[in-house]
């Protein structure tokens, strides 16, 4: 056995997937202090995920994320396991974060247009924050459509034999190949829970106090 996803990236995965959920919800229902708060907590969340992809374990790293589009063919065709994100999953991966960071970046700018603004919006023109809003409501519908492509893609690895949620959850897998290189995943936390306090004081106090 061999270990291939350190901490962070276990941990990061779950909490991902429980805070979309809530922003998903909390947006839906229009309890904005909890999506407020859960959104600053998430874009803490990427940051670290990104900084981790710099600084992290060989199979956190951004660069491994790049690919010839022949390596993409090559990967969706191989029955093998592979050591981190085969160079498909990749794609997807990519797909994530960048479609995650549009829903953050863009809710920082949208307003209901009656109590909450996000904190971007006193910067930006009325026509930017019309825009955003906009992004904000159709940009989440691609992100639900690929959730679902994402799941069914691990179901169909699971069918062809290769688990790749059981190496999630547990970090590991069998392979005779050379372990990468794996990072403690205590310092990216660290860094999380910095980065979410920083920018919970700068931006998320009120909604804060309005949930406690
Ligand atoms: C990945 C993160 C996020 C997700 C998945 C998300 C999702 C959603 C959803 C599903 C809605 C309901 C849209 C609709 O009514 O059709 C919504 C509304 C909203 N979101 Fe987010 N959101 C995220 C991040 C943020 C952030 C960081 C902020 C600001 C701090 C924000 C501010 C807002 C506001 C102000 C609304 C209400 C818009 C309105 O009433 O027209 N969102 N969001
Ligand atoms: C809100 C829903 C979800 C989102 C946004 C999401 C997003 C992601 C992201 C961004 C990664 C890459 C991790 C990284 O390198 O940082 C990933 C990997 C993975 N996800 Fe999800 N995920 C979701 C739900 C699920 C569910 C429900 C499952 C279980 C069936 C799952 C199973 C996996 C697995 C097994 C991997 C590793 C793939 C590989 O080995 O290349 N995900 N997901």
Known sequence: MIK?????????????????????????????????VTGYVLLALMITRVAWGVFGSDTAKLKALFHHPKAVVKALKSKRAHIGHNPAGSMMVLFFFVVIFVQLISGLMTTDDILM?????????????ELAGSIHKTNIDILLVGIGVHIIAILLYRIKGIKLLRTLLTGKMASSDNAPAIKNGLWAYVLFILAASGILVLWGLEPLSALL
């Open 4 to 36: 291939v996803w350190d901490g962070f990236i276990r941990g990061f995965h779950w909490l991902l997937v429980i805070g979309i959920a809530v922003l998903y919800v909390s947006g839906e229902e229009g309890w904005l202090d909890l999506h407020f």
């Open 117 to 129: 603004d996000g904190p971007l919006v006193s910067y930006v023109s009325y026509d930017w924050v």
